[in-house]
C-alpha cells in the first residue's frame, strides 16, 4: 500500500506561481514512474505531467509545457511540480499518482495508475 498526500494548493493571481508537493508513505515510490493530473468539477481527470522513476524522463501536457515542471527527490520519497505563469484556466483539484508499472510510457493514461492521493486544490484567478 501506499499512501500519497498533496500539499501547496492555494489561490494566487494569473501570472503567478505556485510548487505542489506530493508525499509518499508506506512503500518506497522509487521504483515506479510518478504523474500529476487535475480535474475540475464536472469534467475528466486530465494529465499534467509525469516523470520517470529516476527522473532523467519527463513527459508533459501540452497544455503545461514550458510553464510547468515536474520533479522527484527519491531520498525522500516526495514528487513536485513547480507551476510558473499560471493561467485561470489551470484551476483544478491537482492529484498526485503512482504510475502501477515500471516502464515509462502510456503516461497520459490514468487508468495505468493504481495509488492516488486527495489532490489539492489550485485557483487562478484573473
Known amino acids: 500500500q501506499v499512501q500519497l498526500v498533496e500539499s501547496g494548493g492555494g489561490l494566487v493571481q494569473a501570472g503567478g506561481s505556485l510548487r505542489l508537493s506530493c508525499a509518499a508513505s508506506?512503500?518506497?515510490?522509487?521504483?515506479?514512474?510518478m504523474g500529476w493530473f487535475r480535474q475540475v468539477p464536472g469534467k475528466e481527470r486530465e494529465f499534467v505531467a509525469a516523470?520517470?522513476?529516476?527522473?532523467?524522463?519527463?513527459y508533459y501536457a501540452d497544455s503545461v509545457k514550458g510553464r510547468f515542471t515536474i520533479s522527484r527527490d527519491n531520498a525522500k520519497n516526495t514528487v513536485h511540480l513547480q507551476m510558473n505563469m499560471l493561467k485561470p484556466e489551470d484551476t483544478a483539484i491537482y492529484y498526485c499518482?503512482?504510475?502501477?508499472?515500471?516502464?515509462?510510457?502510456?503516461?497520459?493514461?490514468?487508468?495505468?495508475?493504481?495509488?492516488w492521493g486527495q489532490g489539492t486544490q489550485v485557483t487562478v484567478s484573473s
Open positions: 499518482a503512482k504510475y502501477r508499472y515500471s516502464t515509462f510510457q502510456a503516461m497520459d493514461i490514468s487508468q495505468r495508475y493504481d495509488y
Open positions: 508506506g512503500r518506497s515510490i522509487s521504483l515506479y514512474p
Open positions: 516523470i520517470s522513476l529516476n527522473g532523467y524522463g519527463t
